[in-house]
C-alpha cells in the first residue's frame, strides 16, 4: 500500500525501515520474523540502524494492537561494510572515493555486473587511486536490508 502512495513500481528497489513509536521489544520481534520479510519481499531496518544519507521516498505510521511504529520507504542505496578501510590500505579518502562511485551507479547495473563477476567486480575508474576488487556480501552489500542481515548474526 506504500508503495502506491509513493508512486512506485512494484521492480522499484527499496529500502525498508521501521521506527517503534512505544519501543515495544515484541513489535521487534515481529518484525524481524521471517515471515515479514517474506511477504513484504523486504528486509525492515531498524530507522536508528540507517546512515545519514538515507533518502526517504514516503513514510507512514500505524498502530497494531496498542503497539505504535513508523514505517519509511527509503530509496535502495549501496553499503559498504566498515572493514572496508583496512581492505583499502586505511586510506579514508579511498573508501569515500568508492563510496560516491557505487552511489552513483544504477543498483541494477551493479547488480548485474556482480552476477557477471561471479559476486566480484573491479572498479578501475577512481582517478588518483589504484584498482580495488570488491566482493558482494563482503565489501560492499547493494541495500540497508542486505547489510543489516549479514551483520545480525
Given at each position: 500500500k506504500l508503495r502506491k502512495t509513493a508512486q512506485l513500481e512494484p521492480t522499484d528497489l527499496i529500502d525498508v525501515y521501521y521506527e517503534s513509536v512505544d519501543n515495544s521489544n515484541t513489535l521487534e520481534e515481529i518484525?524481524?520474523?521471517?515471515?515479514?520479510r517474506d511477504v513484504l519481499g523486504n528486509s525492515l531496518v531498524p530507522k536508528a540502524a540507517a546512515t545519514s544519507d538515507m533518502v526517504v521516498?514516503?513514510?507512514?505510521?500505524h498502530t497494531v494492537h496498542d503497539m505504535s511504529f513508523v514505517i519509511y520507504?527509503?530509496?535502495?542505496?549501496?553499503?559498504?561494510a566498515?572493514?572496508?578501510l583496512s581492505y583499502a590500505s586505511g586510506n579514508s579518502d579511498h573508501v569515500e572515493a568508492l563510496r560516491v562511485y557505487l552511489l552513483s551507479r544504477s543498483i541494477s547495473r551493479l547488480k548485474n555486473e556482480f552476477?557477471?563477476?561471479n559476486g566480484k567486480i573491479t572498479v578501475r575508474c577512481i582517478?588518483?587511486?589504484?584498482?580495488?576488487?570488491?566482493?558482494?556480501?563482503?565489501?560492499?552489500?547493494?541495500?540497508a536490508g542486505d547489510f543489516y542481515q549479514a551483520n545480525r548474526s
Open positions: 518484525l524481524q520474523s521471517q515471515y515479514i521516498i514516503c513514510e507512514e505510521s520507504i527509503a530509496r535502495c542505496m549501496p553499503v559498504l566498515a572493514d572496508l552476477q557477471t563477476g582517478e588518483g587511486y589504484p584498482p580495488i576488487d570488491l566482493q558482494l556480501g563482503k565489501h560492499v552489500f547493494l541495500s
